[in-house]
């Protein structure tokens, strides 16, 4: 009698009676293009990204130091963006330059096509100002 429960025993699964969990084949591939399409998409997106805060914060920089004229400000953008390698979306001219209570306020608006793949395209479009 115990050599019949011991053998009837050990034909049962060690983690008792139930579905086996997991993940199937299917699944993962699933999953791996999902997440990698993500990544791909964060990769692309990113750079522009940078750009727009780059220039940002060149409008915040060049605002806080209130020059008199509008020009003096396309100008100043102008040379900040030869220094900073990433702004390549706008230039000083595409700056919209208004006074509100004695301050200068630079804003700008932009939009980017990124390439997806073939003849799919992501519009993002940025725009800001200075404080």
């Known amino acids: 009698m115990t050599a019949g429960k011991l053998q009837q025993t050990s034909r049962r699964s060690p983690r008792g009676p139930g ?6 084949l299917f699944g993962l591939l699933f999953w791996a293009l999902i997440i990698g399409f993500g990544a791909y998409l ?6 522009t990204v940078n750009e727009f805060l780059t220039i940002r914060s060149a409008v915040q920089k060049i605002a806080a130091q209130q020059p ?7 100008a100043a953008f102008d040379r900040q ?11 000083g001219k595409d700056l919209l330059i208004t006074k ?9 608006a932009y939009d980017k096509l990124i390439p997806i793949y073939g003849p799919v395209y992501l ?3 940025y725009e800001g100002r200075s404080k």
């Open 68 to 74: 008199p004229t509008v020009a003096e400000v396309r």
């Open 100 to 108: 509100e209570d004695d301050r200068v306020v630079v804003a700008f």
């Open 81 to 91: 963006r030869d220094i900073e390698y990433s702004i390549t979306s706008i230039s």
């Open 19 to 24: 579905r086996q969990r997991g993940i199937t």
């Open 42 to 47: 964060v990769l692309r997106v990113f750079p």
């Open 123 to 125: 519009l993002v479009k």
